[in-house]
């Protein structure tokens, strides 16, 4: 299992903004794809964006596209996730992970969008 940290949330109001970061251990975050999901109360988790291992290619929900971005910088084995023009209904855990491979989850980081 490789340890994911996920860090960065917090409370924001509606139409702020928040950068979230992942950083992961050892040396497979370089040659696989990543992914920020989230899981907000009473609902199944949900994969919000993903990022190829490159760097190169991203996917986004329909939910969040044109308002989120996905990045990653390999050489700090770090991904980050900017989240802007924020909703309410962006109220949740996020969390990362890899997109491919079974990996055991973090402990996420809360994000609260109340005004």
């Known amino acids: 299992q490789v340890p994911l940290v996920e860090v960065g949330g917090g409370l924001a109001q509606p139409g702020g903004s928040l950068r979230l970061t992942c950083i992961v251990s050892g040396s497979d975050f370089v040659t696989n794809g990543m992914g920020w999901y989230r899981q907000a109360p009473g609902n199944q988790r949900e994969l919000v964006a993903s990022?190829?291992?490159?760097?190169?290619?991203?996917t986004y929900a329909p939910s969040v596209r044109g308002r989120f971005s996905i990045s990653r910088d390999n050489a700090k084995n770090t991904m980050y996730l900017q989240m802007n023009s924020l909703k309410p209904e962006d109220t949740a855990v996020y969390y990362c992970?890899?997109?491919?491979?079974?990996?055991?989850w973090g402990q996420g980081t809360q994000v609260v969008v109340s005004s």
């Open positions: 990022i190829s291992s490159s760097g190169f290619s991203a």
């Open positions: 992970n890899f997109i491919s491979r079974n990996n055991a």
